[in-house]
């Protein structure tokens, strides 16, 4: 059946009128009709087509990043899980770096470890030239020399886009024609403390400006590279004390300790008051139960009770390695590593135990810091993506068990590309972090807000009364993001668009409520970029 009869009928059939008056026109005037229709229907067909095709094209940016993501957080939990084995430097460096650059294979990637003398040392560069590897090893950091001795000299980022024409490279050309490279960006890697531990770099071999996800890949890398860094700092510092101090009662903070087969202190050396803050006159009054907290208590009581019945079949003391929780004076408490052994006199008989508890604080503190850089993001201290979902699942499982319904926000912000065109990334860094500030007082504290990516953000509203009280707290949080920026005196105003969904009216599932959210977003997003468009041709 063709088409224009089709339609020819279906206008027909839906007017009287327009059927009466048809009647009386000519075959020429019909088709006249026809036509004028066919051209009011055009730019609805068009916007439709149009509407279609950024609805599959954002489709498909939201999985890409989504595998985007996926791939960091792997590479992220490699690096983690080979600085918790305690992996040479060398090794886990090389996979950091190969690591990013997985993520963009057109780039080369380098770490370089700065000295106490400021000298820069190829810690890992796996695709570049020996050759240039070679020249700029052991060069001294400084203001102008290349994008990572500038870098490392001023504690921040330098981005070079062309290494032939920047004047910080002009001295090292003859190194540029060895490499290849006609981009080099240096992110510096420094520790908590703010000291400079040397630089993350990305080269490319074209002229190249750096993306929003560059940015977030370098600032990732780096901060990665700061925890295994100072992870193998630590690890190299304690064997160097080992090594010095072989008699552990001398070392600095190893406690030696010896218990009578009854369980009372015989000895303890002088070190356990620092790490305790107790005197050892006032620790040999003080039984174990007092020392340890009540948890650690029974995980030690459980030892000994194993301890004695080996004893009692005639079998030797057992070893014992633990980690205990002690209490100090202050009444703060600290983690120690126990390892624990039997004594014996020159006629092989037991006379007591030997113990040596080791200060666990600041490796706790490492894997703390470890576990919390898994979890969030490193520009703002949000939750991410990992995190969150983690949250959301829980969230669900509440509302279902409870009949409970929460809601789920995504946001993206309006108008940030053109802050970071113009005032450039570090202007735009400071922007997210104060929009990230302005959402966590925009909600409760049992909310969550995090970061999933570039200017995107999503917040969870648990146990929501009803969907007025979530679009209250929307309402909310676009009245807090359009007021002004204060960026070092620099005024900025942007805005945001929300998509909001509701369990349970909106879905079930984690995946249901996010697409609902993002139809939402985007459709606001439209909508108000319709009508920025339209004030502006007023």
């Known amino acids: 059946m063709k088409l224009w009869p089709v339609v020819w009928h279906g206008l027909l059939s839906i007017n009287p009128v327009f059927v009466y008056a048809s009647s009386s026109l000519s075959t020429d005037s019909v088709w006249l009709v026809l036509a004028v229709v066919a051209l009011c229907l055009l730019p609805a067909v068009v916007a439709f087509l149009i509407f279609v095709f950024r609805v599959n094209r954002r489709l498909k940016a939201i999985v890409m990043e989504g595998q985007r993501a996926a791939l960091m957080q792997q590479n992220r939990s490699r690096v983690l899980s080979m600085i918790v084995e305690q992996a040479p430097l060398q090794k886990v ?17 380098t770490v370089l470890l700065l000295d ?38 001023l504690g921040q980022r330098v981005i070079v886009e062309d290494v032939r024409v920047h004047p910080y490279w002009q001295p090292y050309q003859a190194l540029v024609d060895i490499a290849g490279i006609r981009s080099c960006w240096s992110e510096p890697i420094k520790n908590r403390q703010g000291k400079v531990l040397g630089t993350f770099a990305i080269y490319h071999k074209e002229v190249t400006t750096p993306s929003e996800r560059d940015i977030q890949l370098i600032s990732e890398s780096a901060a990665l590279a700061e925890i295994v860094i100072e992870r193998s700092h630590a690890i190299e510092a304690l064997k160097r004390s080992e090594e010095r101090h072989r008699l552990l009662a001398d070392h600095a903070t190893d406690v030696i300790w010896t218990m009578d087969p009854n369980g009372h202190f015989t000895y303890i050396s002088p070190s356990a008051e620092k790490l305790t803050g107790f005197s050892v006159t006032e620790l040999m009054q ?29 079998e030797s003391y057992p070893e014992y390695v633990g980690e205990v929780e002690q209490v100090c004076k202050d009444g703060r408490r600290v983690w120690s590593e126990v390892k624990v052994s039997g004594m014996y006199d020159a006629t092989g008989a037991f006379v007591g135990i030997l113990g040596v508890s080791r200060d666990l604080t600041e490796r706790r ?22 995190l969150f979902a983690d949250r959301l699942q829980k969230a669900l499982q509440y509302a279902v068990r409870h009949q409970k319904a929460l809601a789920l926000m995504l946001l993206d912000l309006n108008k940030f590309k053109p802050v970071n065109d113009t005032h450039g990334h570090a202007v735009g860094d400071l922007l997210l972090q104060q929009v990230a500030e302005r959402l966590l007082q925009a909600v409760r504290a049992s909310d969550t807000v995090a970061r999933i990516g570039g200017d995107e953000f999503i917040i969870l509203l648990p146990q929501v009364d009803e969907r007025q009280h979530a679009d209250l707290v929307a309402e909310k949080i676009q009245h807090a993001i359009a007021l002004p920026f204060d960026i070092h005196g620099l005024e900025i105003r942007i805005s945001c668009s929300i998509g909001l969904a509701c369990y349970p009216e909106d879905g079930d599932t984690d995946l249901l409520l996010s697409k609902v959210a993002d139809q939402r977003m985007y459709q606001q997003k439209t909508s108000a970029g319709a009508v920025q468009l339209h004030s502006s041709d007023r």
């Open 93 to 109: 460096l090389d996979t950091l770096v190969e690591g990013a650059e997985q993520m963009d294979p057109s780039a080369s990637c």
């Open 286 to 314: 003080q039984q174990m139960q007092q020392l340890v907290t009540p948890d650690s208590y029974a995980q030690v009581k459980l030892q000994m009770k194993k301890a004695a019945k080996a004893l009692q079949d005639g």
């Open 365 to 386: 503190k490492i894997e703390e810091r470890m576990r919390y850089m898994a979890q969030h993001d490193t520009l703002t201290g949000l939750p991410n993506r990992t």
């Open 116 to 153: 106490e003398q400021g000298l820069l040392h190829v810690a890992s560069a796996p695709h570049l030239p020996e050759h240039y590897n070679a020249a700029i090893d052991g060069i001294a950091a400084g203001y102008g020399v290349g994008s990572c001795g500038t870098a490392a000299y």
